[in-house]
């Protein structure tokens, strides 16, 4: 299994706080069956500040100890990038990079709107020969008030990754509706943790592949992992199963809770 957006970094954001910290979270991913994780870490979010010269610093220095340890998890760089005005020039002066050294790169939209002029940076970065995921759009205000506002980014290029935690229900209700909704219609192409430690955020990544397979089916918990892999090789999506249309079962009663 392979999780592409984690905070597993010692030290870089209000993930891992420590290398002690970072070595539990690995050692909690590989018992879930994870072998492979990106690191993520927050960068020009206002808060945090990651360059990409860090992140493979940091990332390096992690690995190294995992092997010391004997726990099998690889880590890969990345980063979680807000959406800001000089993100392209950041891009020029080297300074972000894409996911695992690939084409793909996690950008993160403000949490309460889709910003101004997210249509136009995502043409960009096309141009410029990048894909981008948007991270965890189930938790934008935007589109938990209409999830068919993702639609216009799918046409500009780009794809979507819902977090585990949305689908078992720990944002709450409304976001785990939204990210069921958005996985039914066909608009969601990765799961990943966001896991940023070994308690409330944790990986979740076994039940929520689970959860799909009950609900929605094999087939798409296989085109959900099959994508992460597809990441770190540097390869485009693979076709997603039919995507299923709005049932009464949005309106059941989850496992999870009312959603």
């Known amino acids: 299994m392979i999780d592409i957006h984690t905070h597993i970094l010692p030290g870089a954001d209000d993930g ?6 970072a070595i539990r979270m690995a050692q909690a ?8 994780l990106i690191a993520t870490p927050h960068h020009a979010n206002g808060n ?3 360059p990409a010269s860090k992140v493979r610093e940091l990332t390096a220095f992690l ?19 807000q959406v800001h005005d000089e993100l392209l020039d950041a891009w020029d002066r080297g300074e972000l990079l894409t996911l695992g050294d690939s084409r793909y790169m996690l950008i993160e939209m403000p949490h309460h709107r889709i910003p101004p002029g997210m249509t136009e940076l995502l043409h960009e970065l096309a141009v410029m020969g990048i894909k981008p995921i948007v991270a965890h759009p189930e938790r934008n205000g935007d589109i938990l008030k209409d999830p068919n506002l993702l639609d216009e980014l799918h046409e500009y290029g780009a794809y979507a990754q ?22 039914r219609a066909g ?16 990986f979740r990544m076994k039940e929520a592949y689970a959860a799909i397979t009950r609900e929605m ?25 039919e995507s299923l249309k709005q049932t009464h079962r949005w309106s059941k009663i989850w496992r999870f809770g009312r959603y």
């Open 217 to 241: 089916g094999e087939a798409w918990t296989s085109y959900f992992r099959d994508n992460a892999r597809r990441v770190l090789d540097n390869r485009d999506f693979g076709p997603a199963p």
């Open 16 to 21: 891992a706080r420590t290398i002690e910290d």
């Open 187 to 202: 608009k969601i192409h990765l799961i990943s943790s966001d896991a940023h430690d070994t308690g409330r955020r944790n």
């Open 29 to 36: 991913a590989a018992a879930e069956g994870i072998t492979d």
């Open 48 to 50: 945090y500040t990651n």
């Open 63 to 81: 690995n190294d100890r995992l092997r010391a340890e004997g726990i099998p998890v690889s880590v890969h760089t990345g980063q979680e990038i």
């Open 162 to 183: 819902v977090t585990a935690q949305s689908l078992t229900g720990d944002y709450g209700s409304q976001v785990a509706k939204c990210a069921w909704r958005l996985c």
